[in-house]
DNA sequence: TACAGTCGGGG
DNA sequence: GTGTACGACTGTA
């Protein structure tokens, strides 16, 4: 009586009775299906009061079935639990929410797991997961998967892609067109604001037409979806954005939020049953990394495409550890959210506190290996069984004897997937079809296992503990010191240290080749894989603006010798440059980048300056387009809570007065302007006066950008020459014209 | 000079 | 349903 399909896992979600589950079939038809699947939580403390927990159970509304067990708590052994296992898991929430109310004082674990990572873990599957599916009616009996997350080249699912597009962000102005494309159909119809409807009926005929999978949108998670959900209610019509037709549409409220020393801005959210919407620009991983990063995203975190299209950073590590845990029976503790938070010496990305900093030698210096350690921190902590609840003992570079605890264990399959896509496309040809997406799965997957060693510092983390986290440092430190020594050995010059990096330098060595005798002395040294990033034909460490005797850490530039420029803390690589700025500070590196050593640049420098004049007699005749001279710059408060009027903090009150809010998080955009009050909101509505920017503050920020480069760049040309050439030059902050002698013959 | 505010890092 | 460092730098008063 039982009927077998095989396909991609699309979509899982709860309904009133079981679960909901979305299978594309290899015969092309879209399955609905539903599964029986019961989901626990435990609860933990003194017998008496587990005892009050199981009478009140049995008397509430939900279905629940009851048992004691044993089972692991990470931090303190086997305990015995209640297992609380409710048939219906859409009802889930709501009982645990009461048992937490009516009984505070028991410890908690998975009570708020979400069901979709539950299922992921019960059958190992993964959104888009080839699987074979046994039914009975529409009732699934039996889910296998016949690939996992970690394959290297998944079997692509034949999506059904629809796209829309308006022509510009209706936050900011006010959409003219709007873009519609599925498969090979594109076209372009006029947003029409007399016949108000009109695009709502266009957009629910291509939705009926094709039938879409994913939805793919610009801004649709704040304006289009809202206003066809609008639409549809004011006027009672009816409108399948769902697939799932018995199925709300689920939406979420903007909210902002801080993560890793930022505050993010996140717009309501719109997430459809059945069908997919992903907005790229509300999505966190779009931009950089596209659809393929998503689903990889996906795969590897197994939450559902809309969640990991949106996903932050903590919540796709935790996602793992979480399924890690679930598939190793262990208990996920249960956390209340601590509103007070006490400042702790945590550390993130940057890692400074606990890495290794070394001030650099200022200046350009030639044929300069600069080598890092290939994923180090995920890395160690795999090597080390570095975990919260694994005990330490020093950090003297043994491998830990004990089992791999659930942060390795996490962690591992991630690492090995990541080494095994970069080696690679070691071997792929450069025009290999295969090189970008593979290139973007690894990219993504880095994304996690950066964020995972931030996460071990949390202390809210279910999974994280500061001893672990500083053990993860101490490795580094440790690692990096016996680098040195290995470079010292081999008789290198250290350039500069920085975390899981060094830059050295030795006579004569000056392609990969000679670098390989001190890569294999560390990796004989530490065990660690450590890797040639380049060999570069020049670098500059820069000296710090408030005392150029000052090196600072990560402000470099340099040219590999492929002619390939490496950056690093210049206003190049600032969001908050103006991009003519940029730009031209890009464009003059890559001009030098053309010399094929360090002493060609001499030659270059005429060729420099014509370069930088044309720019600047552009920017002076005002024929730099306005677009290129915006500061973007992302809001930290409310408009209210400046106490200084800064730039953007002026720019965001004339949008207020223009009826425009930017909440914390989000971006404004101004130019400079002369006179009161200096800038000018690009948002407002209208036109500005090109003749009310500020061309001579321009200009400043211009010649910084300029000097940035070039001033280090003539110092080491320079030496008994002649000729000159006028320049600003920054001196603590004041503006001074500066000669800087220029050899004759250039 | 003091202070307020933004940014980086990864790729 | 995220996980609020720290130093460099710029702008304002």
Not at 207 to 235: C, H
Not at 350 to 377: A, C, K
Not at 632 to 640: I, N
Request: charged share 25%.
């Amino acid at each position: 009586m039982s009927e077998t399909f095989t396909g991609w896992l699309f979509d899982v979600y709860p309904n009133e009775t079981n679960l909901t589950l979305w299978l594309i079939g290899e015969d092309g038809q879209r399955h609905r299906l539903s599964q029986d699947f019961s989901v626990s939580v435990y609860a933990s403390g003194p017998f008496p009061r587990l005892r009050q927990l199981w009478k009140w159970l049995e008397e509430q509304p939900v279905q629940v079935s009851l048992a004691r067990q044993e089972r692991k708590d990470v931090f303190r052994g086997m305990a015995p639990v209640l297992a609380v296992a409710v048939a219906q898991p859409a009802r889930l929430d709501e009982l645990f929410r009461a048992m937490i109310s009516k009984f505070p004082d028991l410890t908690y674990y998975d009570g708020d797991i979400s069901i979709p990572l539950r299922h992921a873990a019960a059958f190992d599957v993964f959104p888009l997961a080839r699987c074979t599916v046994e039914v009975q009616g529409e009732k699934v009996v039996k889910i296998s998967p016949l690939n996992t997350p970690w394959d290297l080249e998944p079997e692509a699912a034949p999506l059904r892609i629809l796209t829309i597009e308006p022509d510009c962000d209706p936050a900011r102005g006010t959409p003219k067109t709007i873009t519609i494309a599925f498969e090979r159909n594109n076209y372009t119809l006029p947003i029409n604001p007399d016949k108000k409807a009109s695009l709502f009926w266009t957009v629910r005929a291509d939705i009926k037409r094709f039938d879409p999978d994913l939805i793919l949108t610009s801004w649709g998670d704040t304006w289009l979806m809202p206003y066809m959900v609008k639409t549809a209610q004011e006027n009672a019509y009816d409108l399948p954005l769902n697939r799932d037709e018995g199925q709300a549409v689920v939406e979420r409220k903007e909210h902002t939020y801080f993560s890793y020393g930022q505050i993010v801005y996140r717009g309501q959210q719109v997430h459809l049953r059945g069908r997919w919407h992903i907005d790229r620009e509300n999505a966190m991983l779009w931009k950089d990394y596209g659809l393929t990063g998503v689903l990889e995203m996906a795969r590897v975190t197994r939450q559902p495409a809309q969640e990991a299209a949106r996903l932050s950073p903590g919540t796709g590590i935790s996602s793992m550890q979480f399924v890690t845990a679930l598939q190793n029976k262990i208990l996920i503790p249960w956390h209340k959210h601590q509103a007070e938070t006490p400042k702790t010496a945590m550390e993130l990305l940057r890692s400074d506190m606990g890495g290794i900093v070394y001030q650099p030698t200022i200046g350009l210096h030639r044929e300069v290996g600069g080598i890092d350690f290939v994923s180090m921190y995920p890395g160690m902590m795999v090597k080390y069984n570095i975990s919260p609840e694994v005990p330490r003992a020093a950090a003297d570079l043994e491998p830990a004897p004990s089992d791999p605890g659930i942060v390795p264990l996490t962690l591992a399959p991630l690492l090995k997937k990541r080494l095994a896509l970069k080696s690679a496309l070691l071997t792929l040809s450069k025009f290999d079809c295969r090189r970008p997406v593979i290139q973007t799965m690894a990219s993504a997957e880095k994304w996690l296992l950066v964020t995972c060693f931030g996460y071990l510092g949390y202390k809210n983390a279910r999974f994280g503990r500061i001893e672990a986290h500083e053990a993860v440092t101490a490795y580094g430190r440790e690692a990096l010191l016996r680098a040195k020594e290995a470079a010292e050995a081999l008789d290198f010059e250290i350039l500069h240290m920085y975390v899981d990096g060094l830059w050295v330098r030795k006579a004569g060595c000056k392609t990969p080749a000679d670098f390989e005798a001190l890569l294999s002395e560390i990796t004989e040294r530490t065990g660690l894989p450590i890797s040639l990033d380049g060999v570069y034909r020049w670098v500059v460490f820069l000296p710090s603006r408030v005392n150029e005797a000052v090196p600072v850490p990560n402000r470099y530039f340099g040219v590999f010798q492929d002619g390939t420029l490496k950056v690093r803390g210049i206003e190049a690589r600032r969001r908050d440059t103006a991009p003519f700025i940029a730009e031209t500070q890009m464009g003059l590196l890559e001009l030098l980048a053309k010399a094929p050593e360090a002493d060609g640049l001499k030659d270059l420098l005429p060729k420099a300056q014509a370069f930088v004049d044309k720019h600047l007699t552009a920017l002076r005749k005002g024929q730099v387009p306005l677009e290129k001279l915006l500061v973007s710059q992302r809001l930290t408060r409310e408009v209210g809570e400046y106490s200084s009027p800064s730039p953007a903090a002026r720019a965001v009150k004339q949008l207020q007065v223009a009826g425009r809010t930017v909440r914390p998080g989000q971006r404004v955009r101004f130019l400079f302007t002369l006179g009161r009050p200096g800038v000018h909101a690009w948002d407002v509505p209208g036109e500005p006066d090109r003749r009310c920017i500020d061309l001579h503050r321009y200009a400043i920020l211009f010649e910084r950008a300029v000097e940035t480069v070039m001033a280090p760049i003539r110092q080491s040309v320079a030496g008994g020459a002649e000729g000159e050439c006028l320049y600003l030059f920054p001196v603590n902050k004041a503006w001074r014209e500066v000669k800087v002698e220029i050899a004759e013959d250039l």
